[in-house]
DNA sequence: TTGATTGCAAACTATTTGCAGAAAG
DNA sequence: CTTTCTGCAAATAGTTTGCAATCAA
């Protein structure tokens, strides 16, 4: 449960998803590593996700569609999330204190908030024309 | 893709997840429908829930976790997951307009907002001691 | 050295699909 | 009647796990 080491697979791991500034799922990300390391594995791929993400290196998105995603950028935002193709893209919004403080909720030890806007994405917008 | 039926399944799925006050997964309702209807199939369950949802009889709920969830509840509101068990309560936020107002995000078409609040529920909180 | 990590294959969980027979309208 | 729906079984998709070999500290 302790000593997290650093390997190659999870710096490559890691780098891929700062630099993608999509927010990938882990095939996705697979894909990108593997352009640099083919002989990973999807297992180890999500294995590493998973550890970066227990580390606090990355975060793991829980929000809605099938699909896990990762985001490698750390500032606090907000998502919103095509809801024909699953793109997420990056939204700032003011959240107001009676939102966004976590607080006793139906007895629930309240630890976090998150806000997803569904829509449709430019591409999707100009593909249903 | 027009004429929905109302048949004995889809009647008793729906009764089902209404009377549920939980928001069941797909596995949940099957297994309560099946105390009234033994014979029926998994794969039916999952088709009268989407089928349900297209109608706009019950909410499929998109929020993160592994599971799909389902809501007899059309009233708007929010939810509070548990980050540990996976229940699902409802929450009454009032979500300032520039918050919950749908508009142009990032060149997406919002259509919709969703905020989910993250924490632990009472029961574990208890099972955590 | 020694516990953590990897690759591989197999296992799992949640969900979907093809199809022939049954039922709704 | 005709179209939609059901049950069954098989197929997918995404993710996880057991294990022996390998690697980081």
């Known amino acids: 449960m302790a000593g997290f080491r650093m390997t190659k697979q999870r710096r490559v791991v ?33 294995r590493s996700l998973e550890a970066l993400a227990e580390q606090g290196m990355l975060r793991k998105l829980e929000m809605g569609g099938t699909q ?11 998502h919103v999330r095509c809801v024909l193709c699953g793109r997420v893209e990056n939204v700032e919004v003011e959240l107001p204190p009676q939102v966004a403080v976590p607080e006793q909720k139906r007895g629930f030890e309240v630890t976090g908030c998150t806000i997803e806007y ?6 999707c917008q100009a593909d249903g024309q």
């Open 14 to 46: 890691l780098e891929e998803v700062q630099k993608a500034h999509s927010h990938p799922t882990a095939g996705q990300v697979y894909e990108l590593v593997r352009r640099r390391m083919p002989r990973i594995s999807l297992a180890t791929v999500y």
């Open 68 to 78: 896990r995603r990762f985001d490698g950028d750390l500032y606090v935002h907000q």
């Open 118 to 123: 569904l829509g449709v994405c430019p591409e």
